[in-house]
């Protein structure tokens, strides 16, 4: 089954503590992004990766970081995660390319910073 | 600036009644995506609009995109409970990759 798979679905976290969201996909897609989503703001690009060993900043960047070393993993991390970081994270990807494609969404990571 | 407007943002209708949401914006784009996110999942894509005027439809779903590419609307027949969700517009401007995504229009339909 063609799909995103996104790990955790739920983290409550403390200030400063290192943590990772993974995001796999079994589609071979070059496109991958990491979004976050939040109440009267709407889904806020973080980071976005092209192609392997290939990323750029989103719209929100800031305290997150990325990496694309294989084609189908691109984890999210936050390097000392702050309350203001707390969302709904979802992790896309897609098929790559110039024309219009279709985005395939993982379920979403929920994370509570305290 | 918000550069896209989705309306109305909320809407709690019975099923069986027809409604219509609409994606609107000043600025004109290449192509416009509608997508719909249903609670605790991730947004799926329902449909691509490329050229102004195009209609298509998904069952009961029928989309438009404007004549000029700087709107689009949704049209929902007889909704059913299944339609419940939040109703996302997605559009590109140019040859940019990027995706502008609106707020959305929460749908919730009863039974």
């Known amino acids: 089954e063609a799909q995103v798979t996104q790990n955790p679905r739920y983290l409550i976290t403390v200030t400063g503590k290192k943590l990772t969201v993974t995001c796999s996909q079994n589609?071979?897609?070059?496109?991958m992004s990491w979004y976050r989503q939040d109440p009267g703001l709407g889904l806020r690009q973080i980071y976005y990766s092209m192609n392997v060993e290939v990323t750029d900043k989103g719209d929100v960047p800031e305290g997150y970081k990325v990496s694309r070393k294989e084609k189908r993993n691109f984890p999210l991390i936050l390097e000392s995660p702050s309350p203001n970081q707390t969302s709904l994270y979802f992790c896309a990807s897609s098929l790559g390319g110039s024309q219009p494609g279709e985005l395939f969404f993982g379920e979403g990571s929920r994370l509570t910073v305290l | 600036t918000q550069l896209l407007e989705q309306s109305p943002q909320f809407l709690s209708i019975q099923e069986g009644e027809n409604l219509t949401v609409y994606c609107n914006s000043s600025?004109?784009?290449?192509?416009l995506q509608w997508y719909r996110q249903e609670p605790g999942e991730g947004p799926v894509l329902l449909v691509t609009?490329?050229?102004g005027g195009e209609v298509k439809k998904l069952k009961r779903l029928t989309f438009q995109f404007g004549d000029a590419r700087k709107d689009s609307s949704l049209h929902i027949t007889a909704a059913q409970p299944g339609d419940t969700g939040l109703y996302l517009c997605a559009p590109k401007k140019g040859n940019n990759r990027k995706l502008i995504w609106g707020l959305g229009t929460s749908l919730a339909v009863n039974p």
């Open positions: 589609m071979n897609h070059e496109y």
């Open positions: 609009v490329v050229t």
């Open positions: 600025s004109v784009f290449s192509s």
